[in-house]
């Protein structure tokens, strides 16, 4: 037996979380099956831990996106007992159960080796969140980041700390937009050279262009901040989208593409191919500073991931969650 947090739903529709043990012949199918040893938070957490949000189908369920742990059993060449692993993306911890459970059983096609210089400590203070701040850094680089400072928003959320850390250490200025002034003296430590307060951003401007001030962004809000800082980017800059926390919608005109160039790039962290999850996973354990990674850290259990997942839905978590699931 093992515990796990999971989720029901009673005859009226509504969804009660709460740490539950299950025996190994309720996991799902998969090729492999992995101890869990670390598992994050994320927004899609949050929804899944609740209502679900429209991700989750079927109940019961385990949410968890991500986990990193040691094979116990594999029918797949690739992994065998003891390889230490790690798994984002995929839909698990949506359509199939994840993460946050001492035991998950998986196809290896949804595993990459954990890399070296990373326990699975670390890679789970990186998770589903650093992994995709990577992928947008990398998606950035590939189009060329021009000379100036590169913008961050939603700095002092999960995608944003890493993105902010990485960047630094990169040797680029940091601009981190925030809408919580408390976070300043945080963000300033993982290198941000600039506090940009929030509602600078989020005033509407009719006019679609404005100053050229910055040379790359790494956006996690979306909605009307993106449509504002698409008519801030420098001439040929680009824009790597990672999520939509300020809403779905883009009140924008075509004019910065078409009259300075810009770039709007779309980062998907779930379906990405293997080879290029193995080379973001590589530079995570190359260029980001694992003293910056570490106060990040916000230590959790499988008890408080119910009050977890409704924190950061109003926006209330800072930093990497890592939930210990053997705590």
């Not at 998606?139 to 999960?158: M, Q, S, Y």
């Not at 449509?227 to 924008?252: D, E, F, H, I």
């Not at 996973?281 to 190359?286: F, G, T, V, Y």
Request: hydrophobic share 45%; proline share 5%; glycine share 12%.
């Amino acid at each position: 037996m093992f515990n796990a947090l999971v989720v029901e739903k009673n005859e009226d529709g509504k969804t009660h979380a709460a740490v539950q043990q299950l025996s190994l012949d309720q996991l799902p199918d998969g090729e492999v099956t992995v101890a869990v040893e670390y598992s994050t938070v994320n927004y899609k957490d949050g929804l899944c831990i609740g209502p679900g949000g429209g991700l989750v189908r079927n109940y019961p369920h385990i949410p968890g996106i991500d986990f990193a742990g040691t094979v116990e059993a594999s029918d797949d060449p690739r992994y065998k007992a003891g390889d230490k692993v790690v798994l984002t993306g995929w839909r698990v911890g949506e359509a199939h159960w994840g993460g946050y459970s001492q035991k998950a059983r998986v196809r290896a096609d949804w595993l990459v080796p954990l890399p070296e210089g990373l326990d699975t400590r670390q890679a789970m203070a990186v998770g589903t969140a650093g992994f995709t701040a990577m992928l947008a850094i990398m998606a950035l680089e590939d189009h060329g980041i021009k000379d100036g400072p590169v913008l961050v928003t939603g700095a002092a959320g999960g995608v944003g700390s890493v993105a902010t850390a990485i960047l630094a250490n990169l040797g680029h200025q940091v601009a981190a937009v925030t809408g919580r002034p408390e976070t300043a003296d945080y963000l300033t430590s993982l290198g941000a050279t600039q506090i940009v307060p929030r509602e600078e951003l989020n005033e509407t401007t009719k006019r679609p262009l404005e100053g050229e001030t910055w040379a790359g962004c790494v956006d996690a809000v979306g909605g009307e901040m993106l449509a504002r800082l698409l008519g801030q980017m420098k001439y040929g800059a680009s824009v790597a989208a990672v999520g939509l926390a300020g809403g779905a919608a883009v009140p924008a005109t075509v004019i910065p593409f078409l009259l300075r160039g810009v770039n709007l790039l779309g980062i998907d962290s779930v379906l990405q191919p293997y080879d290029n999850r193995l080379r973001a996973w590589q530079r995570i354990a190359k260029d980001l500073p694992m003293d910056k990674l570490e106060a990040m850290i916000q230590p959790a259990t499988l008890a408080d991931l119910p009050e977890l997942g409704r924190g950061i839905l109003k926006g209330q978590v800072k930093g990497r969650v890592v939930v210990n699931v053997n705590a």
